[in-house]
């Protein structure tokens, strides 16, 4: 199943310099790649590949085996690019010519010597996390002229150093895991120097979750189930990208238990291990039902009736971690707490001292079977859901333990420290949703997320001090490439990922996953696919979705559904015409990454766009009803065929990641199997080209006089203050971008401070006014009630608008859940201020910065009685 090389390239390949390397962090370094003459000097700089020769690799024989194991990968990547397989020795004795020395400070003696004689500089890598540093040095050795050193601070700052380089040299994070092609380069030069740099988030990664039918029937399929064969690879997709935590598939799913190889792998590669919030100890829940594990007998999941076998059970995971026998364990995080079984919340009304209970008794255990204070052993306590709840209400855990907030599983988080609190040894975390499986509907099928809002939230954590986990639930891993290299890209160095880098972001991952000649296109597309799956989730897209203009005069009018449609259409022509340009061992990697999504979606639209005109047709007994019958049959052919395609890519490499259900949900869960929706034929069946219906007419909604519709971007004027500067995020949403007054973390201002946004309108229809702000949601993540925003027109005083958006713990239905689950499937908030009669004639509106994380994206000023939406209206002034 190895994906071939393309022909090798004539040109010359420049590494990019340290320091632009180093500005942009773990973003795509591979796009970097300058043209020959630019960025390194020939006669200083090291040859990593000349004339199509690669240099040899050393490691030391005793290196940590992540260190070993990253060494023999790398030569794989150098054979990927040049096309021959470099020598990987161990003895200094063996080295000749340019060499690649790769190693840990304190652990190797040839870096160690260098160290000692000056060679290198470490003082700053000396107890750094997971720091490296890449130096090109003369003279190293005798018979070596010039070796480029990878030194790392601890075992996995070699392994990052090392894949660092790989991706900067043409190698994609998802060579294996979305066959992206490698381009052959004949030459390549390191400039001379050093590029140094670490990570700003101590525990990165993802939780594979609701993996069921695809990443385990894949998987059953390409390795004979759920084990260390397969989590090789998915090991090595976490390191290159320079992620280091794996919380592990768990429905059904025991990591340790059900292949033992997979733990043992895990640590020999350098992955720190856990457990999603409801698996503490380090013991999957499938365990506790699965069979009898040292005289537990298993019962009831509950502390109060059952807690000598819960604490022998937990006791176990522990072991199991201290197993290893070195008397450190297999390098793990440690999940704290309790949930209750499923997945479920405990008991209504569960007492927070019962929840200090359990975590002081895991503590005893971690303690007894370590032989150390338990502050020594990493753990985490994960506030999901209800669990949030205990803590708001006070529960206390040891300040060596890291809180790990969450989102409300639809990209919202909901609560973060206040970043004037003293700080916690433990520090805190954020989980994140790219995937769920719950209200008010599942989505798991494909990539939903803009990588603009995931911005904006995780910066947002950040700034406000949750810096020691990042971990997203990434599903089945397959279709949340995208946004899960930005995640992990942005968890590396949030400072690095400005608005700029964000905004360039789309173009850069393009340009280094299919080459810079259609970056910019593959780029936009990507951007404008995430934009439109933002706007509903498929699992909650019906025929019911969106209004049809209806029957006209004029022929059938599509309305605001029809424009959907017709932007979908327009997509996937554009991804059509890329397609036809790019070369044929680009096909699969392109497929996957961008044909399917695009595709899938547009006729997943077109599907239900035809349903929701048959249906109209067809209560009217028009047989114009029967073309749209068959267009939903053909779409729903199309689907299939586009599954089928997915999993026959590369050999059948991928046969049932693409097998979710996706589409007919009529409850919140997953329908049993894929049906097409019910149709409607009207009369005796004719030929298709005569009932093919007149023209349809596509017409987005349009502003009627008095009615000003204004795109939050299109501001007249900004006033910054107190250190805040309003910045335009484009994209961001479900309109052109949003407004944020940056940096994010910052306390509440007032009116008086006068940080606002002003637009100068024209109203030409007398009356009393209404001003309407949609705001991308987001939650009150201190607790206290709300999130505030001012309006106000010329010198009227500031009213004051909160966002009541709440995302309740429990599962009981209330009107605020109800609220919230309105919210995020429409993924917008709306709130509307009543102002004094105004006159023909201009006027300004202001904004004003009261509360943080207030995500502004268009305004509509109406002094008429104002239609349900303008979201996708154009922006006039009336």
Same mark, same amino acid.
Request: proline fraction near 6%; aromatic fraction near 8%; glycine fraction near 10%.
């Given at each position: ?531 439109? $799956? ?243 949601? $987001? ?100």
């Amino acid at each position: 199943m190895t994906r071939p090389t393309v022909p090798a390239m004539s040109r010359r390949t420049l590494l990019a310099s340290a320091g632009l390397g180093a500005a942009l962090g773990a973003l795509p370094a591979s796009a970097l790649a300058a043209p020959a003459g630019v960025g390194a000097d020939p006669a200083t700089a090291f040859r990593l590949i000349a004339d199509g020769k690669p240099a040899t690799v050393f490691v030391d024989a005793t290196a940590d085996s992540a260190v070993r194991r990253v060494a023999a990968s790398f030569t794989g990547d150098l054979e990927r690019v040049s096309g021959v397989r470099p020598a990987l020795v161990e003895r200094t004795a063996d080295l000749r010519g340019p060499a690649v020395i790769i190693g840990v400070l304190g652990h190797s003696a040839l870096i160690d010597q260098l160290v000692r004689t000056g060679r290198i500089d470490a003082a700053d890598l000396r107890g750094a996390w997971e720091a490296f540093c890449q130096i090109v040095i003369d003279n190293p050795l005798p018979g070596v002229p010039r070796a480029l050193v990878i030194v790392g601070a601890d075992r996995r700052g070699a392994v990052f150093g090392t894949y660092d380089l790989s991706e900067r040299i043409g190698v994609s994070p998802w060579h294996w895991f979305a066959d992206v092609p490698v381009q052959r380069q004949r030459d390549i030069l390191v400039p001379a120097g050093a590029r140094r740099d670490q990570p700003r988030v101590k525990y990165r990664g993802f939780f594979i979750n609701d993996e069921d039918p695809c990443l385990s029937g894949w998987a059953a399929k390409a390795f004979g189930g759920v084990n260390a064969a397969m989590y090789a690879h998915v090991f090595e997709v976490l390191l290159r990208m320079k992620g280091n935590y794996l919380w592990p598939a768990m429905w059904g799913k025991a990591f340790a238990d059900d292949d033992r190889d997979s733990m043992v792998l895990a640590d020999a590669m350098g992955v720190v291990m856990g457990n999603s919030h409801h698996e503490p100890m380090l013991r999957a829940q499938a365990e506790w039902h699965r069979h009898q594990d040292g005289g537990i007998t298993g019962g009831a999941w509950d502390y109060d009736t059952n807690g000598d076998n819960l604490r022998a059970f937990w006791r176990g995971g522990i072991e199991r971690m201290m197993s290893k026998g070195d008397g450190h364990g297999y390098e793990s995080l440690v999940t704290v707490g309790m949930r209750g079984d499923g997945d479920q919340a405990m008991a209504e009304g569960t007492a927070t001292g019962l929840l200090e209970r359990v975590v002081t008794d895991q503590r005893r255990i971690i303690a007894d079977v370590t032989g150390r204070p338990a502050s020594d052993t990493p753990q985490v306590w994960a506030l999901y859901k209800e669990v949030q709840d205990y803590y708001d209400h006070g529960m206390k855990v040891p300040d060596d333990v890291t809180l790990l907030f969450s989102d409300d599983n639809w990209g919202q988080i909901r609560r973060l420290p206040d970043p004037a609190a003293p700080p916690r040894a433990g520090g805190y975390g954020i989980y994140y949703h790219f995937d769920y499986v719950g209200g008010p509907r599942n989505y798991k099928w494909i990539n939903t997320s803009q990588i603009e809002k995931v911005w904006q939230q995780m910066d947002l954590a950040y700034r406000h001090g949750a810096r020691t986990i990042w971990i997203g639930n990434v599903g089945d891993i397959k279709p949340m490439e995208y946004p899960l290299g930005f995640f992990l890209a942005h968890a590396w160095n949030p400072e690095a990922m400005t608005p700029d880098a964000v905004a360039d972001y789309p173009r850069k991952w393009a340009s280094a996953t299919f080459g810079p000649e259609q970056a910019a296109a593959i780029g936009d597309m990507i951007t404008a696919y995430s934009q439109y $799956t933002a706007r509903r989730k498929p699992e909650l897209v019906n025929e019911t979705s969106f209004p049809l203009g209806g029957v006209t005069p004029a022929g059938l009018d599509g309305g605001e559904f029809g424009a959907m449609v017709a932007e979908w259409d327009a997509l996937e022509a554009r991804m059509l015409a890329v397609r036809a340009r790019l070369r044929p061992d680009q096909a699969d990697a392109y497929y996957q990454l961008i044909e399917y999504p695009i595709a899938a979606m547009a006729n997943l639209y077109r599907l239900y766009y035809g349903t929701a005109w048959n249906r109209l047709l067809a209560s009217s007994n028009d047989a114009r009803a029967n073309f749209f019958a068959d267009q939903v049959e053909t779409a729903f052919r199309c689907d299939g065929e586009l599954v089928r395609r997915y999993h026959t890519l590369n050999g059948g490499k991928w046969n049932g990641m693409m097998a979710q259900v996706h589409m007919n949900y009529v409850i919140w869960n997953d329908p049993t199997q894929q049906t097409m929706p019910s149709i409607v034929r009207v009369g005796a069946d004719t030929p298709s080209e005569q009932r093919r219906p007149q023209p349809t007419f596509v017409a987005r909604p349009s502003a009627p006089a008095g009615i000003i519709a204004l795109d939050a971007t299109a501001f007249t004027r900004a006033r910054d203050g107190g250190g805040l500067r309003w910045t335009p995020i484009a994209h961001l949403g479900r309109t052109a971008g949003a407004m944020l007054a940056l940096p994010q973390g910052q306390p509440a201002t007032r009116a008086e401070d006068a940080v606002r946004l002003e637009y100068d309108v024209v109203v030409r229809k007398a009356g009393r006014a209404t001003l309407t702000l949609y705001l991308a949601p $987001t939650l009150d993540t201190s607790g206290r009630g709300g999130s505030r925003i001012g309006v106000s027109i010329d010198d009227q005083p500031v009213q004051i608008l909160r966002t009541s958006l709440e995302a309740t713990g429990g599962d009981q239905d209330t009107s605020a859940k109800r609220r919230w689950a309105e919210t995020v499937s429409d993924n917008i908030v709306r709130l509307a201020a009543d102002l004094n009669a105004l006159a023909v004639g201009r006027h300004t509106i202001k904004i004003w910065r009261l509360d943080d994380n207030v995500v502004l994206q268009k305004l509509v000023l109406s002094t008429v009685a104002e239609p349900a939406s303008y979201l996708g209206a154009p922006a006039p002034t009336i």
